[in-house]
C-alpha cells in the first residue's frame, strides 16, 4: 500500500500523559499536514510542513503540540499533558505540492485519540 | 469563523436516486474545491475536485457545478447506490498559496436506502 499511513490507529490515554502519532506521508510528497476532526465536524488544520520546514501553525495548535519532520520524510505529532479537550481524531495528509492536480491532498486512515 | 458552509447536515435518498450537496464559501481568494467522501472510521477520500475556470466537472456519477459570482459549489451523485452511503465534506484552498490547507464544511451525512 503506498498510500499515507498512520500509527497508531487507536489511543487511550490518561489525562496528563503525553501522546505521540507517526505519519507517514506518500513518498516524494513534498508537504505534510495535520488536521483534527471532532465528532460530526470536518477536519480542521493544524499546521503544515513543506520538506523539513513547519511553515504554518494554525491558532488551534497550543503549546502542548508540537509537531516535527526531522528528514523531510516521516512527521511526528506529540501532545503534551493531554487534556479531555484533546479527543479527536487526527489526520495527516500529503501532497506533491505543486498548484494544479499535484497539489491534490491525501489523507490518512487517522489516529483516535481518547482521553479518558 | 465558518468560511465554507455545507448543507444539508443529512440527506436521504433512494437508490436509483440524485443526491445533491450544497457549500457556499465566504473567501474569494479560494480558487481550489475538492469534495471528500469519509466512511466511519476513515480518513477523507478525495472524489472529484474543480477550479473556478470552469463552471463544471464531471468525473462519473460525481458532478461538482460551480457559482463563482454567488460563491457557491455543489455536488451531484447521479444513480445514487448504497455504497455511496457515507459522509461527504467539502473543502476550500487558496491553490497558489503558502500552504494550500483545506477549509472544511461541516459535512452531510448520505444514506442510500433500496
Known amino acids: 500500500d503506498t498510500g499515507v499511513s498512520q500509527d497508531p490507529r487507536h489511543k487511550i490515554t490518561k489525562r496528563g500523559q503525553n501522546v505521540t502519532f507517526r505519519c507517514d506521508p506518500i513518498s516524494e510528497h513534498n508537504r505534510l499536514y495535520w488536521y483534527r476532526q471532532t465528532l460530526g465536524q470536518g477536519p480542521e488544520f493544524l499546521t503544515y510542513f513543506q520538506n523539513e520546514a513547519q511553515l504554518e501553525k494554525s491558532r488551534l495548535l497550543s503549546d502542548r503540540f508540537s509537531a516535527e519532520r526531522p528528514k523531510g520524510s516521516f512527521s511526528t505529532l506529540e501532545i503534551q499533558r493531554t487534556e479531555q479537550g484533546d479527543s479527536a481524531m487526527y489526520l495527516c495528509a500529503s501532497s506533491l505540492g505543486r498548484p494544479g492536480r499535484d497539489n491534490e491532498q491525501f489523507f490518512g486512515p487517522g489516529t483516535r485519540l481518547t482521553v479518558l | 469563523q465558518q468560511q465554507v458552509k455545507q448543507s444539508p447536515q443529512s440527506l436521504i435518498v433512494q437508490k436509483g436516486g440524485i443526491s445533491i450537496i450544497n457549500c457556499a464559501y465566504e473567501n474569494t481568494a479560494f480558487d481550489y474545491f475538492p469534495w471528500y467522501q469519509q466512511f466511519p472510521g476513515k480518513g477523507p477520500a478525495l472524489l472529484i475536485a474543480?477550479?473556478?475556470?470552469?463552471s463544471e466537472k464531471k468525473e462519473g456519477r460525481f458532478t461538482i457545478s460551480f457559482n463563482k459570482s454567488a460563491k457557491q459549489f455543489s455536488l451531484h451523485i447521479m444513480d445514487s447506490q448504497p455504497g455511496d452511503s457515507a459522509t461527504y465534506f467539502c473543502?476550500?484552498?487558496?491553490?497558489?498559496?503558502?500552504?494550500?490547507?483545506?477549509?472544511f464544511g461541516t459535512g452531510t451525512r448520505l444514506q442510500v436506502t433500496l
Open positions: 474543480i477550479r473556478p475556470d470552469v
Open positions: 473543502a476550500a484552498s487558496r491553490e497558489y498559496g503558502t500552504a494550500s490547507k483545506l477549509t
